[in-house]
């Protein structure tokens, strides 16, 4: 059975899109660990490792890099608890808080787009930590959350703490939730996952529903996905930062992105105003899609033929 395919998605990257830093830095602070000493053992650790014939994901070591801290004590006790407690640190950038549920608003608010039940849906997709996701503030206006994700177990003295990763998010496996969004796996595990063989028709929301929004070419392989299937691109910068500018013009000379700006969704400012006009834009396509649908099935409804009568005077 087709799907209405009635849902517009905003995809979200987080660090550096919707927050200015990483958002490991609360759980640094708290456990009073220098975090510039964290990322350079991160990045030096996997090229040593590499240097001995091992193979390294370099994108999530910073997972196994975390439980090396726990085994030594530095990060003593840390639970899934704890994560979802310190998201609640997280600061965002300017305007993102009132802009996740005024995007929504503008939709649903709209008389013409209600009346087809449009509506938008916004996820996030990192490479970070699910749990401080889950505990900031963002959480509440969020339809899903793809991120990194441990399993706990007892330490010697009986307290749950972080023991091994359970489910990892790179930037290439981030293509994979895309899809399983397009598909509506996160809505019916039970019944479809990512590989089900499912029609454009039969799938809940179709990528030219969808517009992805991140900072960096560390997000490349998704830009691609949802723009060579007919989605929207959109990239962000940090104002004041000149490489983070650059990057995000180089992503639109490489034809990545459709459009890019600074990481301001404040009222008014050009990043909300892009994305409100194309989310509307892709409301109104919508609508005209179930109009000529409905007009098309109105024009074949039968008629009553009337015979025609002879008048033999």
Same mark, same amino acid.
């Given at each position: 059975?087709?799907?209405?395919?009635?849902?517009?998605?905003?995809?979200?990257?987080?660090?550096?899109?919707?927050?200015?830093?990483?958002?490991?830095?609360?759980?640094?602070?708290?456990?009073?660990?220098?975090?510039?000493?964290?990322?350079?053992?991160?990045?030096?650790?996997?090229?040593?490792?590499?240097?001995?014939?091992?193979?390294?994901?370099?994108?999530?070591?910073?997972?196994?890099?975390?439980?090396?801290?726990?085994?030594?004590?530095?990060?003593?006790?840390?639970?899934?608890?704890?994560?979802?407690?310190?998201?609640?640190?997280?600061?965002?950038?300017?305007?993102?808080?009132?802009?996740?549920?005024?995007?929504?608003?503008?939709?649903?608010?709209?008389?013409?787009?209600?009346?087809?039940?449009?509506?938008?849906?916004?996820?996030?997709?990192?490479?970070?930590?699910?749990?401080?996701?889950?505990?900031?503030?963002?959480?509440?206006?969020?339809?899903?959350?793809?991120?990194?994700?441990?399993? !706990?177990?007892?330490? %010697?003295?009986?307290? #749950?703490?972080? &023991?091994? /990763?359970?489910?990892? @998010?790179?930037?290439?496996?981030?293509?994979?939730?895309?899809?399983?969004?397009?598909?509506?796996?996160?809505?019916?595990?039970?019944?479809?996952?990512?590989?089900?063989?499912?029609?454009?028709?039969?799938?809940?929301?179709?990528?030219?529903?969808?517009?992805?929004?991140?900072?960096?070419?560390?997000?490349?392989?998704?830009?691609?996905?949802?723009?060579?299937?007919?989605?929207?691109?959109?990239?962000?910068?940090?104002?004041?930062?000149?490489?983070?500018?650059?990057?995000?013009?180089?992503?639109?000379?490489?034809?990545?992105?459709?459009?890019?700006?600074?990481?301001?969704?404040?009222?008014?400012?050009?990043?909300?105003?892009?994305?409100?006009?194309?989310?509307?834009?892709?409301?109104?396509?919508?609508? !005209?899609?179930?109009? %000529?649908?409905?007009? #098309?099935?109105? &024009?074949? /409804?039968?008629?009553? @033929?009337?015979?025609?009568?002879?008048?033999?005077?």
């Amino acid at each position: 059975m087709p799907e209405q395919q009635n849902k517009i998605a905003l995809i979200w990257d987080f660090d550096k899109t919707l927050i200015p830093e990483y958002m490991q830095a609360p759980l640094f602070d708290k456990y009073g660990i220098d975090q510039k000493v964290f990322w350079d053992e991160v990045n030096s650790i996997p090229v040593k490792l590499e240097k001995s014939g091992y193979r390294v994901n370099k994108e999530i070591y910073y997972l196994n890099h975390i439980l090396t801290y726990i085994k030594q004590d530095r990060l003593n006790g840390l639970d899934n608890k704890t994560l979802k407690e310190l998201g609640k640190k997280i600061d965002f950038f300017p305007g993102v808080l009132d802009f996740f549920p005024k995007i929504k608003e503008i939709i649903e608010k709209n008389a013409e787009f209600s009346s087809f039940d449009i509506e938008i849906e916004h996820y996030i997709i990192s490479t970070g930590l699910a749990e401080m996701i889950k505990g900031s503030d963002i959480a509440p206006f969020v339809c899903d959350i793809w991120g990194c994700e441990y399993l !706990e177990e007892p330490d %010697s003295e009986g307290k #749950k703490t972080l &023991s091994q /990763i359970i489910y990892s @998010i790179d930037n290439t496996t981030k293509t994979k939730a895309i899809f399983e969004i397009n598909k509506g796996v996160n809505k019916h595990p039970e019944y479809i996952n990512v590989n089900s063989l499912l029609s454009e028709e039969e799938r809940r929301i179709p990528f030219c529903n969808m517009i992805y929004i991140a900072d960096g070419p560390s997000d490349i392989p998704v830009f691609s996905v949802v723009k060579r299937n007919g989605g929207l691109t959109y990239a962000v910068y940090k104002q004041g930062d000149e490489k983070s500018f650059e990057q995000a013009d180089n992503l639109r000379v490489d034809g990545r992105i459709h459009m890019y700006g600074p990481a301001n969704f404040e009222e008014d400012s050009q990043t909300s105003n892009w994305l409100i006009l194309q989310v509307k834009n892709i409301a109104k396509r919508i609508v !005209e899609s179930k109009k %000529s649908i409905y007009t #098309k099935a109105g &024009s074949r /409804i039968p008629a009553h @033929i009337v015979d025609e009568i002879s008048n033999n005077n």
